[in-house]
């Protein structure tokens, strides 16, 4: 890859869009992940606006660290770069409380995780909104068009997406090259939903270069049968991933009425 030239690619993408636009600039969820440090400082790169929020929720003090040293690093190099804190973990508590209690809580641990990433998409439109700024998508290609792992209406309700065409590996190579904090490089991949320090191969089954091998190989027609061992356990877990989510990745199905139906003559 042509790391340098795929950069100013990004972020002369994400400049037009936003003036064709007539907007300002950007606001981005900053989580201490890789996504988002590299997406930020894309958008910084822009000499556009940009915002960034911390939005801890019930969060490992190790990714506020991470998101809190990024956002340092980028006011460093970039003027343009301001930041909010906004502590959404009194928010979800209290939301949680309204809801009716459940027999089991183990019933609703994933419903309170996109309710976690729901959330924040909320607090990023709020500014969106209230500063003429779009909301800059951080999912990659793997995540967005392989195995669908993001929170439908959550951190996938986005306005742009600079990001969703580059594989992960592709995402910590640009990363490396724009010096992005070693702290975030060496961090293994985590959505941050659970507040714990489970990662994303935890809840996968696979590393991301594993699911990108995957993801090739659907591509060019392959099936589980044509792999053997881990190989083929790998294909399959891509395979189920990207069967369940689907529903992500396609328009949101609309019932039509014919024509025959709505006429009264």
């Known amino acids: ?38 997406t930020s400082t894309l958008c910084a790169r822009t000499g556009l606006e940009l915002l960034c929020l911390e939005m801890p929720i019930h969060q490992s003090r190790y990714q506020i660290t991470r998101a809190a040293n990024h956002i340092f690093w980028l006011k460093q190099h970039y003027p343009n770069v301001r930041s909010e804190w906004i502590d959404l973990t009194p928010v979800f508590d209290n939301l949680i409380a309204a809801f009716p209690p459940v027999d089991n809580e183990e019933d609703r641990l994933m419903s309170l995780a996109n309710t976690r990433a729901r959330l924040r998409m909320t607090s990023l439109y709020y500014f969106a909104a209230l500063q003429g700024l779009l909301v800059a998508g951080t999912g990659n290609k793997v995540e967005d068009f392989g195995v669908g792992f993001y929170t439908k209406y959550g951190d996938g309700g986005v306005d742009l997406s600079p990001i969703a065409d580059l594989m992960k590996t592709e995402v910590y190579q640009l990363a490396e090259f724009l010096g992005v904090g070693e702290d975030i490089l060496q961090a293994p991949p985590t959505d941050g939903l659970w507040g714990d320090d489970r990662t994303d191969e935890d809840q996968i089954g696979a590393s991301y270069p594993e699911l990108e091998w995957a993801m090739e190989m659907d591509s060019r027609g392959k099936n589980a049968s044509d792999f053997t061992g881990r190989e083929q356990e790998v294909f399959k877990i891509y395979k189920k991933f990207n069967t369940v989510n689907r529903h992500k990745m396609l328009p949101i199905p609309v019932c039509t009425i014919p024509d025959s139906l709505k006429s009264t003559s």
Not at 9 to 25: F, N, P, Q, R, S
């Open 1 to 38: 890859m042509h790391t340098e030239k795929v950069i100013n690619h990004i972020v002369d993408w994400l400049k037009t869009y936003a003036e064709d636009a007539g907007m300002k600039g950007f606001v981005i969820g900053v989580s201490g992940g890789i996504d988002s440090a590299l």
